[in-house]
């Protein structure tokens, strides 16, 4: 095998384990938190997902959020989690931090 060809050979090896591995950077984590009162199921959602997230307890106080089962990226699981409620997800480009308000 000519060194050319060999080099080629094995940068087309190295990018297609760079693609692999950003894949499954992005695939998401195993979430399982159930239905519940969302000032209970948003701080096991963080943890488990190991996210910042912020939010006044009084607001979101009494809103049952969704279940989430299965692998998720976080912004994904949050919004699977605050279907039909009356919350609302935003995420801080900078930190990634989430925050929770209750739409008015």
Request: with cysteine; hydrophobic share 45%.
């Amino acid at each position: 095998m000519s060194p050319i060809r060999a080099i080629s050979l094995l940068t087309g090896i190295v990018l297609t384990l760079l693609a692999l591995q950003a894949c499954g950077a992005n695939s998401g984590q195993r979430i399982e938190v159930p239905s519940g009162d969302a000032t209970i199921t948003l701080l096991e959602f963080a943890r488990q997902a190991k996210v910042e997230i912020i939010f006044d307890a009084q607001s979101v106080s009494g809103i049952q959020t969704q279940s989430v089962m299965g692998k998720h990226l976080p912004s994904e699981a949050l919004d699977l989690m605050t279907t039909d409620t009356p919350l609302v997800v935003d995420q801080d480009e900078h930190t990634g931090a989430f925050a929770i308000t209750r739409k008015t």
